[in-house]
């Protein structure tokens, strides 16, 4: 494995009483895209702002990018990368052209060195055809995909992307990916926060699981699904169907969950449960391949937080 | 702390992960060359609505000279100013002109930059590319400093159309005027920092900007004020640019000049510093 090109060790973060990153240690490897999946409130945006500098930690090293470190060198690691924050910071009174040129000179990229290749960041976000529309005049998907642009005009090598598809339709997120799946085979490489695992799934090679800012677990998707899971779930919902998780039938599966008026059977093979199922009738099954959310879930549990 | 990273001592030698110790926010000002590309972003912002934006920053202050100047001077007559008699509206124009271009300096950095900072988030953009917040502070307080001396542009020639002054000497004024702006933008950046929302901005106006201008001799001698008033009056920045400006106008050298400037100095310095320490704190998440 070639050697990381940006890596955190034994990161420490806390505000008061309340520790929101606890003993964090991650690699990125070279052209890699690394995903960071936790609740609300796990610690994930405050360790992308110490990534950039913008906050202290308590204890631990940042560095990477050809020996610089964190906060001494955040000039210089900044200067190689690209930032896309979970809320849109794009210039409302500038179009979208502006806003690349207004933002490539934070670079210190003049004008004219910049002013060639906005054509091809446009084309780029897809966005040709609205070069002179205001952020305003555009949808979120669009904004997104500009923010996406901004990120890319000092041509960084690597990006920090914090959850870039909240909030986004369908189509919006599909191009989206497509987008980073294209930066990816260019050799970038990527830091990114996301909320939804089917992105983290078809994007990250590698994830890691944040819970109260602590690391809970590291691995490649399908490797992690199948080192905590088990391959098979099925769901059973309808009438009398939470009865099950305390009946016999529990003995088909190695794990029972339930959650609302959903009896959740995690098994190594479901075709014996599945058959019992169908010999009672009058219940709604859905069996499908164990997948991240399953991961997530069991790792995180199913409580709600709404403190993030 | 359930960590035992964290709850080790952290400043020993043998702990090789060990944070740097957090700067304190009162350290000096780290500042380079990229405050220009901030600067600049402004000034192409403003361009757009520089014209409309133009009319309304010196109608106002036009309207309340000639509506004073003519109408409370032909009432005064004439005024005494270090021994010699000048006219009302030279007396009143001469403190108005530091006046705009302290509420326009104001302005700008409480309201416009709040928005920036707070509202928008182009500070936080900024900030995730290579520019740090000093350099970005910086940006902004020059930023108010150049609307205020624009605007003060423009009134001191509509002034000198109206033939109300045509000294010389006005050009130095000119100079001072520039320092009034960069003073009271970085007096204003302290209350930026400290702001949670626009109201906040009304007492700073209602409670310091509002007494001050009335207490600065821009309206009339501070000779007129109880000596006590007068005691702390002496000491406002806006009495020491106007005891700057107005013998300019009078095409004579303002007396003890170098206190002036000094006090006026001394208040940008401390207020840019107090305005620096404030934002990293507010920054510091």
């Not at chain 1, 008061?16 to 994930?44: H, M, Q, R, Y």
Request: charged share 20%; with cysteine.
């Amino acid at each position: 494995m070639p050697p990381p090109i940006f890596h955190v060790s034994h990161l420490c973060k806390r505000y008061g009483a309340t520790t929101v990153v606890d003993d964090l240690s991650f690699e990125i490897a070279p052209g890699e895209c690394l995903g960071v999946i936790g609740p609300n409130g796990a610690g994930k945006t405050t360790t992308i702002r110490m990534c950039l500098g913008l906050s202290a930690p308590d204890h631990g090293t940042i560095e990477g990018l050809g020996g610089l470190s964190m906060p001494r060198d955040a000039r210089a690691i900044k200067a190689q990368l690209g930032v896309v924050s979970q809320f849109d910071t794009l210039d409302p009174d500038f179009s979208c052209a502006e806003n690349l040129i207004v933002y490539a000179r934070y670079f210190g990229l003049r004008r004219a060195q910049i002013e060639p290749r906005i054509p091809r960041l446009l084309e780029f976000a897809a966005l040709s055809h609205r070069a002179d529309a205001k952020p305003g005049e555009l949808s979120g998907g669009m904004r997104r995909r500009l923010s996406l642009a901004r990120a890319l005009v000092n041509d960084p090598k690597l990006l920090m992307l914090d959850e870039p598809t909240t909030g986004l339709d369908p189509q919006a997120r599909h191009l989206m990916w497509e987008r980073l799946q294209l930066l990816l085979q260019q050799g970038k490489s990527i830091l990114l926060t996301t909320h939804f695992m089917d992105e983290a799934e078809r994007l990250c090679s590698r994830l890691i699981v944040l819970d109260h800012g602590r690391k809970i677990a590291e691995g490649r998707p399908r490797d992690l699904i199948a080192e905590y899971l088990e391959p098979d779930v099925v769901e059973v919902y309808g009438n009398g169907a939470l009865e099950l998780a305390q009946s016999p039938l529990k003995r088909f599966a190695a794990r029972v969950e339930v959650s609302g008026e959903t009896v959740f059977f995690y098994t190594q093979d479901a075709r014996g449960l599945l058959g019992a199922l169908a010999e009672r009738g009058g219940l709604r099954t859905f069996h499908r391949p164990a997948n991240l959310e399953d991961l997530f879930l069991k790792l995180t549990g199913r409580q709600i937080r709404e403190d993030g | 702390m359930s960590s035992p990273m964290s709850s080790a001592p952290s400043s020993t030698a043998a702990d090789a992960f060990a944070a740097a110790p957090m700067p304190s926010v009162w350290r000096a000002p780290e500042l380079t060359a990229r405050w220009w590309p901030v600067f600049l972003r402004n000034l192409l912002v403003w361009r757009k609505l520089a014209v409309p934006s133009l009319i309304g920053n010196i109608a106002e202050p036009l309207i309340w000279l000639i509506a004073f100047g003519y109408g409370m001077g032909a009432l005064v007559g004439q005024i005494e100013v270090n021994g010699a008699r000048v006219p009302y509206i030279l007396f009143l124009a001469s403190g108005s002109i530091c006046m705009s271009a302290m509420s326009a300096a104001s302005f700008e950095a409480l309201y416009s930059a709040f928005s920036r900072m707070h509202v928008q988030k182009t500070w936080d953009g900024i900030m995730n590319a290579p520019v740090g917040l000093d350099d970005v502070l910086l940006a902004e307080m020059l930023w108010a400093g150049f609307k205020a001396i624009f605007t003060a542009t423009a009134i001191l020639f509509v002034m000198m159309a109206l033939g109300i002054s045509h000294s010389p000497k006005l050009a130095v004024a000119w100079f001072v005027l520039i320092g009034v702006g960069i003073t009271f933008s970085c007096i204003a950046l302290i209350f930026n920092a400290l702001a949670k929302g626009y109201d906040f901005f009304t007492y700073y106006f209602t409670l310091f900007m509002t007494p001050m201008m009335f207490l600065s001799g821009v309206f009339f001698p501070l000779e007129q004020l109880p000596a006590a008033v007068r005691a702390v009056a002496v000491w406002l920045p806006l009495t020491n640019a106007v005891m700057l400006v107005r013998p300019l106008f009078m095409d004579e050298w303002p007396q003890a000049w170098w206190k002036h400037v000094a006090v006026m100095a001394v208040y940008a310095v401390l207020a840019f510093w107090v305005a620096l320490a404030l934002t990293r704190k507010r920054f510091r998440k």
